[in-house]
């Protein structure tokens, strides 16, 4: 039987026997994550949002801000101890790109890019403040089981949790941010590629080996 623990926000690990005493490791999408908005399908809003049209500022942040979220959260949870909230990232991610528009110079491809440099620079900077503060990032768990789960499942879930979350933060950061974007975000390899300023075989590449080593890691894991 396969087992799902929720990994920073909505990325998901399933665990199950691929071959005795080797588990199989897939990540999932926590439900069905929304895809990254195509940058064809932006690129009038962003020309009309340049021209300074309210209304078209108005509704590209309607586009970019639930999926800025969903980065935010995938990457520092939903809620951080004594730091701003993944909602709190979120915000100032939009802020900073409305107010970056002014400079911006829109080229085919690269708005995608552009917001997730500011939200990436954003999430660093969050990740710094924790550090000054000395206070550990942690992303938020599950505060309650499901309901059919039992005392044993319940401390195997949470046991399992930890160990995956653990695994992820020893992936090297561009494969993690590889992870979170394919996976938490919804971006297909090319608009990944765009983002990481990559190209889509490299992303491909970059997120088998990713898995490969968690696999690796959690049969080690496992082992002991």
């Not at 895809?35 to 962003?46: C, G």
Request: a neutral charge.
């Amino acid at each position: 039987m396969a087992h799902h623990a929720s990994v920073r926000a909505d990325v998901e690990i399933e665990v199950g026997p691929a071959a005795p005493g080797r588990p199989e490791v897939r990540l999932l999408a926590g439900g069905a994550p929304p895809r990254w908005t195509a940058e064809t399908e932006l690129s009038d809003l962003v020309d009309a949002a340049l021209a300074g049209e309210p209304r078209a500022v108005e509704h590209l942040l309607a586009r970019v801000q639930p999926l800025v979220l969903r980065y935010c959260r995938a990457r520092v949870g939903t809620r951080e101890r004594t730091l701003v909230s993944a909602e709190d990232i979120a915000q100032e991610v939009c802020l900073a790109v409305v107010s970056a528009l002014a400079k911006y110079k829109y080229e085919p491809g690269s708005f995608l890019a552009f917001v997730y440099g500011i939200a990436a620079h954003k999430v660093a900077d969050a990740r710094r403040r924790a550090v000054r503060s000395r206070s550990e990032v942690v992303p938020e768990l599950p505060d309650t089981p499901a309901l059919e789960d039992g005392p044993e499942q319940r401390a195997m879930n949470g046991e399992m949790i930890e160990a995956v979350t653990q695994l992820l933060r020893r992936l090297p950061e561009r494969q993690r941010e590889i992870l979170v974007l394919r996976v938490a975000v919804g971006l297909s390899a090319e608009e990944t590629a765009v983002a990481v300023g990559s190209t889509p075989g490299a992303v491909r590449v970059a997120q088998h080996r990713a898995l490969a080593r968690m696999r690796e890691m959690f049969a080690a894991v496992d082992d002991n």
